[in-house]
């Protein structure tokens, strides 16, 4: 997808519809956030080749260091690589500019040198969205990218709350699941099942 075709700069992407060009009218996107992670990832991996999806996962430059290998294997296998800061600083919509644009710059450039795609798309932690930030996220060719449907899967709130969440995700959404930050096993067995039921809705899931 052409960066200079995206439309929206100033304020972040929570649905499909706002990228240019968009993509089919039944498409939804499932966004990964937090890893990689040596336990969880390769089974995300697993689940998404299973039934046969693609997805687009935010990764953390500080683990891209450490699993290369393992940040390579998500995209070998067809997923979209994007930047989710260098060390998922919480807090960053009160850092100064400078500490942001390290936060955005470091993982930006870690994940081009050790997967070769540059990315498109960053996410703050969070969703914490400030001037600065959207301001560093554009001068490095990048779109905000937010969500629609979030069932704070990060909190391990049961796997029939991740479930009943997802599946009021529409056409156009944008999804939010995480397989870093601890255990995903909730995250893992809800998907497993809201896959193919939201396929057999007529659903495609996308890559941003």
């Known amino acids: 997808m052409d960066a200079a075709k995206l439309t929206a700069l ?12 968009p993509p089919p009218a039944e498409s939804i996107a499932l966004t990964i956030d937090d890893g990689p992670s040596p336990l969880w990832t390769p089974r995300v991996l697993d689940l ?3 039934h046969e999806i693609h997805a687009t996962f935010f990764v953390i430059g500080e ?10 294997r998500i995209t070998d296998a067809g997923h979209q690589i994007c930047n989710h800061t260098e060390t998922h600083p919480i807090y960053i919509a009160n850092m100064s500019k400078k ?24 996410r703050s932690p969070g969703g914490a969205w400030t001037k600065s930030i959207l301001e560093t996220v554009a ?3 990048m779109l905000p990218i937010d969500w629609a449907v979030d069932p704070r899967d990060w909190a391990r709130p049961g796997v ?14 944008i999804m939010l699941c995480h397989d870093g930050g601890g255990d995903r096993s909730q995250t893992l067995k809800a998907l497993d099942t809201v896959i193919p039921k939201m396929k057999k809705r007529g659903l495609t899931f996308v890559a941003l």
């Open 99 to 122: 500490r942001v644009r390290k936060e955005i710059v470091e993982a930006h450039d870690r994940i081009a040198d050790v997967t070769g795609v540059v990315p498109q798309f960053f």
């Open 63 to 72: 683990q891209v260091k450490e699993f290369s290998k393992l940040t390579r």
């Open 10 to 21: 100033e304020t972040p992407v929570r649905e499909l519809s706002q990228l240019s060009p």
């Open 160 to 173: 029939g709350h991740i479930r009943r969440t997802l599946m009021k995700g529409k056409a156009g959404n």
């Open 48 to 50: 998404l080749a299973e």
């Open 139 to 141: 001068e490095h060719d």
